[in-house]
């Protein structure tokens, strides 16, 4: 065939939420793969860390700081992309946080936080990413960051069930209305990935023991373990993928 339908180079990456864990090996991955990639968070001084040390490795980066959840900031964010001649074609929605808490406990604000973290920007990231793909006419691909929860629910995880099930169904409403544009919107669900956020719970025994128990694979998984996936949704091999979310789980969901 004399191509290589994963190769990214000549193609830019928005990654959200990426100057560490799974959005930073997302990031990297694409990079990789021979994207230019734009590098977001809301702390400028470690974005600027991350960037840095994304640069030695010889990559292409740029770096975008603003608040995923703040829609005067999202629409100012892609204005100064504009100007600065950089056309996103590849948008990984990966911001997310975790409060855990029982329903009962949870508050009105933790829930509005995690919603709006983990859900809503998706939804405004996404919006100002595609009107640009559109006017472009030349395609493009939307991931989103689904979860186990985008399936299943779990005690103490409600608003992130929410937002994770949201996810899922807003990724099947932009395909609805971008795919006939060459747009691509799926989502990558991670199973139970070791990160900072995860480490308590990787640092439990009683947790730990029943993540490896219940999943086949035995173990827990690694932000390097959703490179694959992520690059093959950001490539030409996935241009008649569509409304899909591709676990990437260890196989947790496939048994009982």
Same mark, same amino acid.
């Given at each position: 065939?004399?191509?290589?339908?994963?190769?990214?180079?000549?193609?830019?990456?928005?990654?959200? &939420? %990426?100057?560490?864990?799974?959005?930073?090996?997302? $990031?990297? #991955? =694409?990079?990789?793969? @021979?994207? /230019? *990639?734009?590098?977001? &968070? %809301?702390?400028?001084?470690?974005?600027?860390?991350? $960037?840095? #040390? =994304?640069?030695?490795? @010889?990559? /292409? *980066?740029?770096?975008?700081?603003?608040?995923?959840?703040?829609?005067?900031?999202?629409?100012?964010?892609?204005?100064?992309?504009?100007?600065?001649?950089?056309?996103?074609?590849?948008?990984?929605?990966?911001?997310?946080?975790?409060?855990?808490?029982?329903?009962?406990?949870?508050?009105?604000?933790?829930?509005?936080?995690?919603?709006?973290?983990?859900?809503?920007?998706?939804?405004?990231?996404?919006?100002?990413?595609?009107?640009?793909?559109?006017?472009?006419?030349?395609?493009?691909?939307?991931?989103?960051?689904?979860?186990?929860?985008?399936?299943?629910?779990?005690?103490?995880?409600?608003?992130?069930?929410?937002?994770?099930?949201?996810?899922?169904?807003?990724?099947?409403?932009?395909?609805?209305?971008?795919?006939?544009?060459?747009?691509?919107?799926?989502?990558?669900?991670?199973?139970?990935?070791?990160?900072?956020?995860?480490?308590?719970?990787?640092?439990?025994?009683?947790?730990?023991?029943?993540?490896?128990?219940?999943?086949?694979?035995?173990?827990?998984?690694?932000?390097?373990?959703?490179?694959?996936?992520?690059?093959?949704?950001?490539?030409?091999?996935?241009?008649?993928?569509?409304?899909?979310?591709?676990?990437?789980?260890?196989?947790?969901?496939?048994?009982?």
């Amino acid at each position: 065939m004399g191509r290589n339908l994963f190769d990214l180079t000549g193609r830019t990456a928005l990654v959200t &939420g %990426s100057s560490r864990g799974l959005g930073l090996a997302i $990031a990297e #991955g =694409l990079a990789e793969a @021979g994207a /230019t *990639v734009v590098i977001n &968070g %809301s702390d400028p001084v470690r974005l600027a860390e991350t $960037a840095a #040390g =994304l640069r030695a490795q @010889g990559f /292409t *980066v740029h770096e975008a700081a603003f608040d995923v959840t703040d829609e005067d900031a999202v629409m100012a964010a892609f204005e100064r992309l504009d100007a600065a001649g950089i056309a996103v074609d590849i948008l990984f929605n990966n911001a997310g946080i975790q409060l855990r808490g029982k329903i009962v406990d949870q508050t009105a604000e933790n829930w509005r936080k995690v919603i709006e973290t983990n859900l809503t920007s998706a939804f405004l990231v996404g919006r100002e990413a595609a009107k640009r793909m559109i006017a472009r006419g030349r395609g493009g691909k939307v991931v989103n960051t689904g979860s186990l929860m985008s399936a299943l629910g779990r005690a103490t995880t409600a608003p992130y069930t929410a937002a994770k099930g949201g996810i899922k169904m807003l990724t099947q409403a932009m395909t609805a209305e971008w795919a006939e544009h060459n747009i691509q919107a799926n989502a990558i669900g991670p199973g139970y990935m070791l990160t900072a956020m995860t480490q308590p719970l990787a640092d439990d025994p009683k947790f730990d023991s029943w993540v490896k128990g219940r999943t086949p694979s035995r173990r827990w998984g690694t932000p390097d373990d959703l490179i694959g996936t992520a690059v093959f949704l950001a490539s030409s091999a996935s241009d008649y993928v569509n409304g899909q979310i591709i676990y990437v789980d260890g196989g947790m969901l496939a048994v009982i």
